[in-house]
Nanobody, 122 residues
Framework: QVQPVESGGGLVQTGDSLRLSCAAS????????VGWFRQAPGKEREFVAQ????????YYANSVKGRFTISRDKAQNTVYLQMNSLTPGDTAVYSC???????????????WGKGTQVTVSS
């Protein structure tokens, strides 16, 4: 089972940009969907964006639409999350998840990364 590994988090200021990476370890994302989720302190985990690996169909949460872009690089077996115009409200641990198929929502049976911290200062 492929294991997602996130990187690219850090501390930035309001209005800055950051790019997160989600690399496939021990397999590929082929045939499935890769999603980004985030969880802020004291809040539930929320969906951010997803991309279907084979046809690159994307879907975004309304809160990030127009500011975040999800993409994938087949050669690198990596999914990226480009985050622009960051605000303190984007501060959270960002996790990558991989589904082996394109059916159904993400759940505990899918492969989840450990997450990377993104902190946006005002």
């Amino acid at each position: 089972q492929v294991q997602p590994v996130e990187s690219g988090g850090g501390l930035v200021q309001t209005g800055d940009s950051l790019r997160l990476s989600c690399a496939a370890s021990g397999g590929t994302f082929s045939g499935g969907i890769v999603g980004w989720f985030r969880q802020a302190p004291g809040k539930e985990r929320e969906f951010v964006a997803q991309i279907a690996w084979d046809n690159e169909v994307t879907y975004y949460a309304n809160s990030v639409k127009g500011r975040f872009t999800i993409s994938r690089d087949k050669a690198q077996n990596t999914v990226y999350l480009q985050m622009n115009s960051l605000t303190p409200g984007d501060t959270a641990v960002y996790s990558c998840a991989a589904k082996a198929t394109t059916r159904g929502p993400f759940g505990p049976d899918d492969s989840w990364g450990k997450g990377t911290q993104v902190t946006v200062s005002s």
